[in-house]
């Protein structure tokens, strides 16, 4: 199953990290302002995506990971 994580990262930022690999076309093709802080690789084949996204976007984000914003 593929992980798809939203939590807070540092004042006016949150981070996502998904695997699923139609959410990572999407969000490299419709959100610019959204930061790649990490590329997972394994086996030479990418595994998963950590995005830095703007506070402002969490409910756009929330939406498109289609997971809430976790506490921790």
Known sequence: ?????????DKGWIAGYTEDKDLIRRVK?????????????KNGRLIGV???IPIEQRRPAERMFNTR????
Do not use: G, P, Q, V
């Open 1 to 9: 199953m593929e992980r798809t994580e939203l939590w807070k990262l």
């Open 50 to 52: 950590h995005f830095k």
């Open 29 to 41: 093709r419709h959100k610019k302002d959204w930061k790649i802080i990490a590329d997972y690789i």
């Open 69 to 72: 914003l976790s506490n921790s």
